[in-house]
Nanobody, 127 residues
Framework: QVQLVESGGQLVQAGGSLRLSCAAS????????MGWFRQGPGKERQFVSA????????KYADFVKGRFTISRDNAKNTVYLQMSSLKPEDTAVYLC????????????????????WGQGTQVTVSS
């Protein structure tokens, strides 16, 4: 059973930066792609970013392109989301997830293609 624990969320002013971390255990982390999603108050879950199992390809939602960077350290079983130029509309609970398919070659923004989720970490951006 996979366990994911996110950290790094906090209150930050608009224009600021944060780095989120997601530590994984219970599955061979390096064999699975990872994704970040977010859910704002009263909103549906949104795809933010994804990275392949080897870390050689990434995908971003249009609203974060150029501001967020996803990366992974397979030696530490951790995926990161570096966020910069934060906006109040980035306020949300950020969740990481593990891709369902072993060594999936392509990236996906479909939450149904992820089968394990963390509890999330709160990011609040003040104006």
């Amino acid at each position: 059973q996979v366990q994911l624990v996110e950290s790094g969320g906090q209150l930050v002013q608009a224009g600021g930066s944060l780095r989120l971390s997601c530590a994984a255990s219970g599955r061979t982390f390096s064999d699975y792609g990872m994704g970040w999603f977010r859910q704002g108050p009263g909103k549906e879950r949104q795809f933010v970013s994804a990275i392949t199992w080897r870390g050689d390809s990434t995908k971003y939602a249009d609203f974060v392109k150029g501001r967020f960077t996803i990366s992974r350290d397979n030696a530490k079983n951790t995926v990161y989301l570096q966020m910069s130029s934060l906006k109040p509309e980035d306020t949300a609970v950020y969740l990481c997830a593990v891709a369902r398919v072993f060594r999936r070659a392509t990236l996906t923004s479909d939450p149904d293609e992820y089968d394990a989720w963390g509890q999330g970490t709160q990011v609040t951006v003040s104006s």
